[in-house]
């Protein structure tokens, strides 16, 4: 278990998440994993300081366990970074409504220290066993689509696409191509002189 908030660890999860699947299988009901970062989180973490950040954290973990089932798991991961687990899914519907209760919920105002703090998080879901038939693959594919999630503007929820993956491989190559041009002295710099005919 974590030792701030209480919840279940990462190896705990993993563990839950392969029983999950198991049971999946047999029922023919889905399971799905919430990838969920604390928007700005950093940012409020160094200005007012790690102590108020670590009650945030404890504050973001009860509204999270209150958002969802008994039967869901809810595990940190570490830093702000949180998965909520759920079981026993018939229809995706359901998880959407799940995942906008918790961006509601999450960015709901904090009073900390009786200051009011802001917080709001960035979900990706993966849903077994549609986007992975493993439980690392899960978790790669719902962190995917929570890094989509804060590209598209933060403070929501994406379902995980194939396409995701294809944009994260291609701009990895193209890194990957740059730095070695670099390292190889591959670049060549051209200047084209803008001049005023006029004046010369």
Avoid: W
């Avoid at 693959?137 to 403070?155: E, P, Q, S, V, W």
């Avoid at 291609?170 to 004046?199: G, M, V, W, Y």
Wanted: net charge negative; hydrophobic share 40%.
């Amino acid at each position: 278990y974590d030792a701030l908030t209480g919840l279940p660890n990462r190896r705990l999860l993993h563990e839950r998440l392969q029983h999950a699947m198991s049971s999946s299988k047999r029922s023919g009901l889905r399971v799905a994993v919430l990838f969920l970062d604390l928007d700005n989180f950093k940012t409020l973490n160094d200005s007012r300081g790690h102590a108020v950040g670590d009650l945030l954290l404890v504050e973001v973990a009860r509204r999270l366990q209150a958002s969802v089932r008994e039967q869901d798991t809810v595990a940190r991961l570490g830093g702000d970074e949180f998965v909520i687990m759920l079981t026993g899914i018939e229809h995706t519907t359901v998880i959407g409504m799940v995942a906008e209760k918790i961006v509601k919920t999450v960015g709901a105002p904090y009073v900390i220290e009786g200051r009011d703090l802001y917080t709001s998080p960035s979900i990706g879901i993966a849903i077994f066993p549609t986007d992975g038939d493993s439980g690392n693959t899960l978790m790669k594919n719902a962190d995917a689509a929570m890094y989509h999630a804060k590209n598209a503007g933060r403070n929501n929820f994406q379902f995980f696409d194939a396409k995701m993956n294809q944009a994260a491989v291609e701009r990895l190559k193209i890194e990957h191509s740059l730095r070695q041009a670099l390292a190889n002295d591959e670049f060549c710099l051209h200047f084209q002189p803008i001049i005023d005919a006029t004046s010369g």
